[in-house]
């Protein structure tokens, strides 16, 4: 059983957000340090970044398009399940329509393992 996904605007917006906060952080502890490679270590921070954007999407496009075995249901047609990417358990809430085969992700959180 196969589902089409679709990501609101919001929740792009979330994980654009989220990853800008993971590099500034990191950025912020290096940028004054007066360690030697430093530009060697942020720009190796910045791939990270970008390699954990684009696991975040694969992973939740991997798991919208197929059949969900579980789920915590929030209403009828609301729920939201946790998925494990790297350090982080994301908290995405989806509406489902079976009929047409839609799972519309509505929100996203943030946890720390």
């Keep these: 059983m196969w589902y089409s996904s679709e990501i609101s605007n919001k929740v792009i917006s979330k994980i ?3 990853i800008d906060w993971y590099l500034n952080s ?3 502890l ?3 340090s007066w360690i030697r490679n430093v530009w060697e270590i942020i720009k190796n921070y910045e791939n ?3 390699n954990f954007r684009n696991t975040v999407y694969l992973r939740i496009k991997e798991t919208f398009s197929e059949e969900i075995l579980w789920h915590s249901p929030i209403t009828n ?4 399940l946790f998925l494990q990417t790297g350090n982080y358990r994301l ?3 989806y509406i489902e329509n079976k009929t047409k085969k839609v799972r519309k ?9």
């Design 16 to 18: 654009d957000n989220f």
């Design 26 to 28: 990191f950025l912020n």
């Design 30 to 32: 290096y940028v004054d």
């Design 48 to 50: 990270l970044a970008y």
């Design 77 to 80: 047609r609301k729920n939201y």
């Design 91 to 93: 908290k995405i809430f």
């Design 105 to 113: 992700i509505y929100n996203i959180e943030f946890h720390k393992k």
